[in-house]
């Protein structure tokens, strides 16, 4: 009998395209009902841990087109943003000034809305109170066992570390976005920054953490839908790098686009790099079992750009229409009953 994972990446508000895509295949298949299990990096964490806590995939929707300046609460952004516009040209408009993430002296946002709206889906249980496999990735800042940092996943599996922690934990542990928010504390665990900086899709994690805690015997057991944020049109052109031996950390980690390249350019490059990979991985390792869902975007959006969302919706739906979309949708047909 297959064990059936639904795999959401991270993205910020980019979620609402993985959000919309559930509903679609949701409304035609019920294919949150008849998933064993969930997992999710950042956005896609909040959304797994939704989805096992019984939120209905409407009413996370709603939360994404509607919720986003409670979200993404400015952490005094005035001076942030006064203090980004520094030895450059003066501001074009407030709006200009104001800008976006990612924070260059401070975190660019409180997480008081973000954990507001991590409650509203996932309310007060422990993880292990999750009825069905989940599991989100995170990024613990020190492991007093190593005397380092470690990439960690968190799930409900009965030998895994993290299972006692709140489902609110979770939550904001996973999305603890790197200059966009702060790093986030659970109990005496210590500090806990954004899973996507390792996995930001989360596939073959959530592969290994189901057969490492027994609900699948092996890749075999396992069937999974992968579910993306946009893929965004971004890189680094040759023309944009005309004498390699500059670039060091003003290139590399510049907080702002500059042409083709886009702003932190490393941050950006490790999160599409490793979900990409993640992808193709997952494909090798289980064929026809692995379908990868994703909307091509004509244009970045950053990940705290909610006053765009109706963009976002748009570029989905008009995926929904394509013959790729249509693909996933005979896949889940035909292995996701």
Known sequence: MSFKILCCDGGGI????????????????????????FAG???????????????????????????????FEPNGWLLDAQAKQQDRRPAQSTEELLGSGPGIFKSQYVNTGLQKVAQQLVGTGALSSAKRFVAVNSARLWDASDNSWAPCTLSNGGNNTYRD?????AALATSAAPTYFPPYQVGGLGYFADGGTFANNPSMTAMVEAIYQGYA????????????????????????????????????????????????????????????????????LLGNNYMRGNVPLAQPFALDDYKNVGELVSATQNYIKTPAWAAVRNWVEQNWA
Request: proline residues 6%.
């Open 14 to 37: 980019r979620g609402v395209i993985t959000a919309l895509l559930i509903q679609d295949l949701d409304r035609s298949f019920g294919i949150v009902k008849n998933a064993n299990g």
């Open 217 to 284: 015997t092996g890749t075999s057991d396992i069937v999974m839908l992968s579910l993306g944020t946009g893929a965004n049109p971004v890189g680094v052109p040759p023309a944009s790098v005309p004498d390699p031996l500059a670039w060091g950390v003003t290139h590399w980690l510049w907080p702002f686009s500059n042409g083709p390249v886009p702003a932190t350019a490393l941050l950006n490059l490790t999160m599409d790099a490793t979900a990409q990979l993640a992808a193709i991985q997952a494909q090798q």
């Open 165 to 169: 922690v709140s489902m609110v934990d």
């Open 41 to 71: 990096t950042s956005t896609g964490g909040l959304i797994s841990l939704g989805l096992v806590s019984g939120v209905d995939i409407d009413a996370i929707v709603d939360l994404y087109e509607n919720q986003g300046a409670t979200i």
